[in-house]
């Protein structure tokens, strides 16, 4: 099989990983396939904060955890669509009242990935991004899980002050990254009949 189609079918999200640190010159690889992501107008109108500091990434977990605890009280707007906000606000607010729950899986490295807000089309540049980020991962043998619950941890300002993000720019999700702990699991039963073709 094509080497890319074969990494894209291969890679799960990863949520147990070993303690070790994963090596510069992979995250410097990681990051150097986010750059090369598509962009809208060529904007590039993305920003990648590298967290590996652990008390730092317990911190933002905490942090979070205290919005999620009452989500379904404080809902921003732009979450769910109405039909989804009875049963996933109230999952979010478990997981935010659960002690178990680590919402960065204890990652060794926590990429933020955040958008310029006056850019031509900061979200898709970066899901562009955070995508490319995952793909290298999977190449490296490097395990991921891609993060939209993080955005929590920046209803607070402080915090995106304290992680030196440049102003003007919003975090929109984080990557937690690590060698893995666990065996990948299989992938799900696609739904295929999400196609339609006009010749």
Aim: glycine share 6%.
């Amino acid at each position: 099989m094509n080497k890319i189609l074969e990494n894209i079918k291969n890679r799960r999200s990863i949520r147990r990983y070993v303690e070790d640190q994963i090596k510069d010159e992979e995250l410097d690889m990681i990051i150097e396939a986010a750059i090369y992501a598509p962009t809208g107008n060529n904007d590039q109108a993305w920003h990648f904060t590298i967290i590996q500091n652990k008390e730092m990434i317990d911190y933002l977990n905490v942090e979070a955890k205290k919005i999620m605890a009452n989500i379904t009280e404080n809902l921003p707007d732009d979450w769910f669509s109405i039909n989804e906000i009875n049963g996933t606000a109230k999952k979010v607010g478990i997981m935010g009242r659960s002690e178990r729950i680590h919402i960065f899986h204890h990652a060794p490295t926590v990429i933020i990935i955040s958008g310029k807000k006056d850019a031509t089309s900061p979200l898709p540049d970066c899901c562009a991004a955070t995508q490319n980020i995952l793909l290298a991962a999977e190449s490296l043998d490097i395990g991921s899980c891609w993060i939209g619950i993080a955005r929590c941890s920046f209803e607070n300002q402080d915090n995106i002050k304290k992680l030196g993000i440049p102003e003007g720019y919003k975090p929109y999700y984080a990557v937690s990254l690590g060698y893995k702990a666990s065996n990948k699991n299989k992938a799900p039963k696609r739904n295929r009949d999400v196609v339609n073709n006009i010749k």
